[in-house]
């Protein structure tokens, strides 16, 4: 009798081993089953907030532009940024949800993300300093620049590089970090410039007739504004000659064309020609109709175009 209850006591230990292995095999099946749906729900969650929030950054960086082109590089830039922020903090929120333990995913992805980082520091420098030029507006796709020793017309600008196009059709590229970290003179940041030339003429020749030449044919050139007004006036005198300066303002795409045929007109009337036998002037400058909501006249010269 004794053997027969040992038996029947061991083999309801062993029963009801069996049914509470049984049931928390189960209790642990039915947390892992409500795990993977919630986080399946905030793996969807995340991949369509990621995409909203995207979208929504696009779009509201275009309002910000107004009118003007939309700045397509800034807002892939932002947008894509947000995107990623939102999906990294899903899935770290999914892997918690599922009861892993992030402390040490983190930390082997940030010495990951250091050792990339010191591999790729020369390309991580450029994406800085592009970041920076987007930000800070220095210059945009389109305006002639001078930088480095380079000077070219903006032909594109991204996170990494930035593409100059000379006058002779040459194509500079250009480490955005090299540009950040240089002197960048942008000659198409205000609507209107300052043509300065300098030429000399002997001692002994008619200056006041000279000077009065050369301010009638600045004066002369509808491509000179008439406000300030041109002027010619004495920069240097030397023992055998006399060094004269014109100033004269015009919009900034005519700087050039100005230049010079004031270069042209100093010389011809330094040597003594008339100002009949002067080469014509260049034609004047066609003013379009003001569109609606535009406003017609010129530009303050302390005036600064929006970024």
């Known amino acids: 009798m004794q053997f027969d209850d040992e038996v029947d006591r061991r083999l309801r230990q062993t029963v009801l081993g ?10 642990a099946a039915g947390d892992l089953a409500v795990n993977l749906v ?18 929504l ?26 995107r990623y922020v939102i999906l990294v903090m899903g899935l770290v929120a999914v892997l918690q949800q599922l009861g892993v333990k992030t402390t040490s995913i983190v930390a082997v992805l940030g010495a990951a993300s250091l050792a990339v980082g010191l591999a790729l520091q020369g390309a991580l420098s450029n994406v800085a300093a592009g970041v920076m ?40 590229v250009i480490p955005n970090n090299k540009v950040f970290g240089d002197v960048i003179v942008n000659h198409s940041f205000h609507g209107q410039r300052r043509v300065d030339v300098t030429f ?21 050139n509808p491509l000179v504004l008439a ?35 004031l270069l042209l007109a100093a010389r011809l009337i ?30 303050s010269l302390r005036s600064r175009p929006k970024a």
């Open 200 to 220: 000399r003429i002997a001692a002994a020749a008619d200056v006041n007739a000279i000077m009065s030449g050369v301010l009638a044919r600045a004066k002369a």
């Open 133 to 172: 030029i987007l930000l800070f507006r220095p210059y945009r796709v389109g305006d002639i620049i001078e930088t480095g020793g380079k000077k070219g017309r903006v032909a594109a600008l991204d996170l990494v590089i930035t593409e100059l196009a000379t006058a002779d059709n040459l194509k500079i």
């Open 18 to 27: 069996d049914e509470s292995l049984l049931h928390k095999f189960t209790d």
């Open 57 to 82: 950054t696009r779009r509201g960086m275009a309002r910000l532009n107004g009118r003007r082109a939309p700045d397509l590089t800034l807002q892939t830039f932002v947008a894509s940024m947000v």
């Open 270 to 299: 330094g040597a003594g020609a008339p100002l009949s036998d002067l080469p014509p002037l260049p034609a004047a400058p066609v003013n379009p109709e003001p569109g609606p909501g535009q406003k017609s006249g010129r530009r």
């Open 227 to 261: 406000d300030p007004e041109p002027s010619v006036s004495v920069a240097l005198v030397a023992e055998n000659a006399v060094e004269l300066e014109v100033n004269a303002w015009t919009a900034g795409k005519d700087h050039g064309a100005v230049q010079a045929d």
């Open 38 to 55: 919630v986080g399946a729900v905030i793996l969807a969650l995340t991949l369509w907030a990621s995409a909203w929030l995207s979208g």
